[in-house]
């Protein structure tokens, strides 16, 4: 694994000594640092040395889906040779599931997928788990749950020419990975079948798997990256990752099923005890519907839902999000740390909110609360040795560990001097720096509170 930054720049200003000092701290150890950047100073830039330079995989979290955006079209120029991956929200436009006591009324969860971020989601997961070299750059989206990494991994059906496999048997491990057969439109997650010829589209969208049996044996693999215009590569192995994240292997299933079958009953005596017969009966249509579904297809709508029974974990443990997926040692940067920080740090709460209604009025088990963004202090938990990056550092970020200033840009520009004035008479002072300014034929700014300041203040030196 090697890291290799390809550009026309070397850094410069205050750069190499912010470099420097960022790198001897995560090689010993130090757990969190700040770089103080101002705003033009090449952060970005540093971000990418001190990766090379420490040959580390890491994961950069921003605050919004924008920034995220301009990061990651920065690092793969910088990294054309690695695994520079981007892992936002796949949502276009979200209604989550939600209740409203006061006026009875009951909004169904709304969305609609994007999916070509929901490919390079795919994407992100697959090359985490397969590579070393990744850089991942990411929205908060980071810190919900999105299924555990090594059920995933496991569910991946590893495929050798010469397997001995029957086609039927093939068909019925697609389908438990949840993809869908269609002979007539390609698209990412599903498969079509003509003859002894299988191809399948992987989630990724950015190739097609095709598969040749000779009776019950795999005769032939071959791969095609890119669109429908480029040829086939004969292959001797091949990985089909699962369409979903959330995949839960038949072994645990019955078990999951189980125990939700249980909860439900629990619960049920909970709510009759209280006399919510209507929401008593509400939970037990819904829940058994989805029992149903799972037992059929291995999926539901709302899934995420039972993520805790499904995955095994204990009322009020974290559930798995794409931070768990990174290989060890890992790297977190977090952009723009002054608004990053306060964003993660308040979903919980209103994401808990939310779901404690919809369980007391019988819409959702009370195990659906651990379908949840992390805590915080889950968050600094798992995110290792990270690195605060911002031109305003919070008390937070300057309160854990060594600061790295970047003042200097590379270009040599400064920010102009800033002076504060006492307010009485800001007028006449004002009127004196513009008599300073025409001297020298240049002009003057002056920015006023409100719309009426502004106009007496220019009446004035009319």
């Keep these: 694994m090697t890291f290799h930054i390809v550009s026309a720049y070397a850094p410069s200003g205050d750069q190499p000594q912010a470099i420097d000092a960022l790198v001897r701290g995560v090689t010993s150890g130090t757990r969190a640092q700040t770089l103080l950047g101002v705003t033009g100073s090449g952060k970005t830039f540093t971000m990418a040395q001190v990766i090379a330079k420490t040959n580390r995989p890491a994961i ?141 589209i992987p989630p990724t969208g950015d190739r097609t798997i095709r598969i040749v049996f000779f009776g019950n044996e795999i005769e032939e693999i071959q791969e095609r990256i890119g669109d429908a215009g480029a040829s086939f590569e004969p292959r001797s192995e091949a990985t089909i990752f699962p369409a979903k994240h959330f995949v839960t292997p038949e072994e645990n299933l019955e078990r999951a099923i189980s125990v939700i079958e249980i909860e439900l009953a629990e619960r049920l005596k909970v709510l009759s005890k209280e006399k919510k017969i209507i929401e008593a009966d509400r939970l037990l249509r819904k829940t058994r519907y989805d029992i149903q579904m799972l037992r059929e297809t291995g999926y539901t709508n709302g899934i995420e839902n039972y993520s805790r029974h499904l995955e095994g974990r204990a009322a009020g443990e974290p559930p798995s999000t794409l931070i768990d997926y990174m290989p060890e040692g890992f790297l977190t940067f977090i952009d723009e740390s002054h608004m990053t920080i306060p964003q993660i740090r308040g979903m919980f709460a209103g994401d808990r909110a939310r779901k404690e209604t919809l369980v007391a009025h019988g819409f959702r088990l009370p195990s659906a609360i651990d379908n949840r963004p992390l805590r915080f202090e889950e968050f600094e938990e798992k995110i290792g040795q990270r690195i605060f990056v911002s031109a305003t550092p919070n008390i937070y970020e300057l309160s854990h560990g060594p600061v790295a200033e970047q003042l200097v840009r590379p270009t040599g520009l400064l920010d102009p001097t800033l002076e504060i004035r006492k307010a009485d008479g800001q007028i006449k002072d004002i009127e004196k720096e513009i008599i300073l300014r025409a001297a020298k034929g240049e002009r003057t700014l002056v920015i006023a509170l409100t719309k009426r300041m502004a106009e007496d203040i220019s009446e004035y030196l009319s």
């Design 60 to 200: 950069i979290l921003s605050h919004n889906k924008t920034l995220a955006a301009q990061l990651y079209e920065e690092f793969k120029e910088l990294f054309p040779s690695n695994a520079v991956h981007y892992f936002v929200s796949y949502y276009d436009y979200y209604q989550p599931e939600a209740y409203l006591p006061n006026t009875d009324t009951y909004i169904e969860k709304d969305a609609k997928i994007n999916a070509f971020i929901d490919e390079l989601r795919h994407a992100a997961t697959q090359a985490i788990l397969t590579r070393n070299d990744c850089i991942i750059v990411a929205s908060v989206s980071a810190i919900y749950g999105i299924g555990n990494p090594q059920e995933y991994l496991k569910s991946a059906l590893s495929i050798k020419i010469g397997n001995t496999l029957s086609p039927k048997i093939f068909s019925e491990r697609l389908a438990l990975i949840q993809y869908t057969r269609n002979d007539i439109e390609r698209t990412p997650g599903t498969w079509s079948k003509k003859g002894e010829l299988y191809e399948v």
